[in-house]
């Protein structure tokens, strides 16, 4: 990853002053750190939330949709904090559990970050699946959180502390997972962002929840609170410092990079089964029957997907198989190129060997070509080409024929099962009828293009070899022309 050095300073100084301020705000004395610690938390994530939305400010940028839930998300985290602040200041219901549900429902469209992405959605019905998951996590974590926040006591905090735990870490090993599998800059430099914030925030609220809150029972205002928006200055810094324009990076390992690939449309599934693990617990009827939904719904997805994969990789078969055809043909007379006539005579040339049969070949130069480039222009010329290789593909005797072209204006003949004589029939029908088409050639002394064929036909032997048939058709070309040319030799 490529850093934007002149973003270093300015987002280095903003997030180092950021950390200092919130130091500095729950150790004076005059004012309620408290308030100002919970002033400093709820604005840590609303910066985060302004960079995220920065991020994504170009419409026509593939990452736009995802920088935005990633700003969302942040909000979200902000309201569960502000809500906090409500409740310790006595001014909001204690027990509603609202501010642990926003604190939690944050990993929502985080999690839609990571576990779906455009190309994914092969099919309208996928996205609505994604959507009926989302919605279902959304009802689980509800439910959840006001189901914990009835138990009160170390109960109700040991719940909250598990269901937070879970969310960390399946976010962090989700967004490792999509920075592996990153094949462009700008997603990398996205996943790059949330990998290291969710790495520290995991590690954070492990510390603080079970250190700080459980182990010694500390309040907030006071210095330990630092540490919680230590993740979103994190996540600012990589943020605005990673280049998103910067070259592909290096891919990773072919196996790594198809499993981290594959992987992330089981990352909702999962969360959703986890959070009805947890809800089971108390409510075991709701969550059985989520869980059952959610793995329904996976399969049906899978299914979908699985459909829209056999069909693209039919395509790219389809595709693969034009090009292949391509490769093999000549552009300009559509019948096979010098490629293609090299691998069937050697094929044939096997095969007239292992049958003891002979093997023909005519080898066809168009008489006097180069005056007609010179009289009437190239593109005369590739229409004359064109004219006549149509023309001797229409006069072999057989399907098995292979005509190709050679290379300029010559042609290449092969003829299985072919012995000399009736080659040289085959030869002088080609020849006749390229007379016939009376193209007009005012260089040529018969006034229309002709032909030259040179015939040849072996059995092949141990000894023989299809070069010494290309040899051999190739003098007998160079006869019929020497003899003066519209005419064919063997």
Known sequence: MRIIRPRAMVACGLAAGFVLLHLLAVSQQRFDPMVLSYGMQVLAPLVAASVAWWQGRDPGMVTRTRWRLVALAFVLWAAGMATSLCID????????????????????????????????????????????????????ILVNTFQLSNMGGDALLSGYITMFDAENFLLFLFASLRLLAAADSRSRALYAALTIYTGIYMAVAVY????????????????????????????????????????????????????????????????????????????????????????????????????????????????????????????????????????????????????????????????????????????????????????????????????????????????PDTPLRK??????????????????????????????VGVASMVPDGAASAGQLVHAADRALYAAKAAGRNRVAD
């Open 89 to 140: 200041l006595a001014a909001c219901d204690p027990d509603s559990g609202i501010d642990i549900a926003a604190y939690v429902l944050y990993g929502v469209p985080m999690l839609l970050v990571l576990a779906t992405s455009p190309t994914e959605w092969a099919s309208p019905l996928i996205r609505v699946i994604d959507a009926a998951m989302v919605v279902l996590l959304t009802v689980l």
């Open 208 to 415: 603080y929840n079970h250190q700080v809150v459980v182990a010694q029972g500390i309040a907030a205002g006071t210095r330990y609170d630092v540490m919680v928006g230590v993740p979103f200055m994190a996540f600012v810094l990589v943020a605005l410092l990673v280049d998103p324009d910067a070259p592909a990076p290096r891919p990773a390992a072919p196996r790594l990079l198809r499993f981290a690939a594959a992987v992330p449309p089981f990352f909702l599934t999962i969360t959703v089964v986890v959070v009805a693990a947890l809800a089971a617990r108390n409510t075991f009827q709701l969550g059985i029957a989520c869980t059952i939904l959610t793995i329904l719904g996976y399969g049906i997805r899978s299914t979908l997907q699985q459909v829209h994969h056999i069909g693209a990789a039919r395509l790219a078969e389809r595709d693969r198989d034009a090009m292949a055809d391509l490769a093999w043909r000549d552009p300009l007379t559509g019948i096979g190129n010098r490629r293609a006539f090299d691998a069937a005579l050697h094929l044939e040339w096997d095969r007239a060997r292992l049958t003891e049969h002979s093997l023909g070949l005519l080898m066809i130069d168009i008489d006097h070509f180069k005056a007609v480039n010179d009289n009437l222009g190239h593109i005369a010329g590739d229409e004359v080409i064109n004219a006549v290789g149509k023309a001797l593909q229409s006069s072999a005797s057989l399907s098995s024929d292979v005509l190709a072209r050679y290379g300029g204006e010559e042609f290449a003949c092969l003829l």
């Open 423 to 452: 080659a040289h029939v085959i030869a002088e029908r080609m020849r006749a009828t390229i007379q016939a088409l009376a193209i007009a050639h005012p260089a040529s002394p018969d006034g229309v293009v002709t032909i030259s």
